[in-house]
């Protein structure tokens, strides 16, 4: 980057590609893979008994990812709820009453910078919660790591806990959102942790037919193959109207 310093537009211009991809991209796999990355590393540091160079490298990995994500975490608070300053909303908000073309009110966060800008793609800016979703599903998924990780001795309260997870955030999505991709996962993810109560507690009861357990089997692949079908099907759609758009 440095040799093109010369050309102060060129420069900018390689400059915002460079942020735009490195945070992205970054942000892409970092985020996407968040269950299985801090569980694995918390389960490393509890777990790292072993003392050899390996197992050193692994544990330094294991304590930076345990770190970023807090980090990263608050950084992405701040930047999503970062609102304009008294005087400049009040600017604002006088240069869009004064226009005839604009009917809302003036918006009161400030811009997401499009190097971070994955993170409300595809939500609305206007609205905390959705504005703050990929947040509320980080911390989801931190909610089922603790129950993974802490209470291990009794799979029926795993499943019970889960279950309750999922069922409230299934509930404020459908309240808040209007994307079937991903109501489709939350609710899937809630009949799987029902029936996962079930065959918890018939692990206590012994109540239900190995008949009926095999049936229940079955449905829960088919529930996964159709969620799994459902995502691909969407996904196929979404791709094709963005091309034609």
């Given at each position: 980057m440095s040799i093109f310093k010369g050309y102060r537009r060129f420069h900018g211009f390689l400059n915002k590609i460079r942020r735009l991809f490195m945070w992205n991209l970054f942000l892409s796999y970092f985020l996407g893979d968040f269950s299985e990355l801090l569980l694995n590393s918390m389960i490393q540091l509890r777990e790292n008994y072993v003392s050899s160079a390996y197992a050193n490298l692994s544990f330094a990995f294991a304590v930076l990812i345990v770190i970023a994500y807090p980090l990263l975490f608050v950084y992405l608070v701040y930047k999503l709820n970062k609102k304009?300053?008294?005087?400049?909303?009040?600017?604002?908000?006088?240069?869009?009453?004064?226009?005839?073309?604009?009917?809302?009110?003036?918006?009161?966060?400030?811009?997401?910078?499009?190097?971070?800008g994955i993170v409300v793609e595809d939500f609305r800016e206007n609205n905390s919660f959705t504005r703050?979703?990929?947040?509320?599903?980080?911390?989801?998924?931190?909610?089922?790591?603790?129950?993974?990780?802490?209470?291990?001795?009794?799979?029926?309260?795993?499943?019970?806990?889960?279950?309750?997870?999922?069922?409230?955030y299934t509930l404020l999505s459908v309240w808040h959102?209007?994307?079937?991709?991903?109501?489709?996962?939350?609710?899937?993810?809630a009949i799987m942790g029902i029936?996962?109560?079930?065959?918890?507690?018939?692990?206590?009861?012994?109540?239900?037919?190995?008949?009926?357990?095999?049936?229940?089997?079955?449905?829960?692949?088919?529930?996964?193959?159709?969620?799994?079908?459902?995502?691909?099907?969407?996904?196929?759609?979404?791709?094709?109207?963005?091309?034609?758009?």
């Open positions: 304009y300053p008294l005087q400049m909303n009040a600017e604002r908000g006088r240069a869009y009453r004064s226009s005839p073309r604009i009917n809302h009110k003036s918006p009161k966060w400030a811009e997401i910078p499009a190097s971070i703050n979703f990929q947040l509320i599903l980080m911390l989801e998924s931190f909610l089922q790591i603790l129950v993974v990780f802490f209470p291990q001795e009794n799979r029926l309260a795993q499943a019970v806990i889960y279950t309750i997870i999922v069922v409230v959102l209007q994307m079937a991709i991903l109501l489709i996962n939350l609710i899937s993810k029936m996962t109560i079930v065959f918890g507690s018939n692990d206590i009861t012994r109540s239900i037919s190995q008949a009926s357990l095999d049936i229940m089997g079955l449905a829960l692949v088919a529930l996964i193959l159709l969620a799994i079908g459902a995502n691909s099907l969407i996904s196929i759609i979404i791709i094709v109207i963005s091309i034609y758009e």
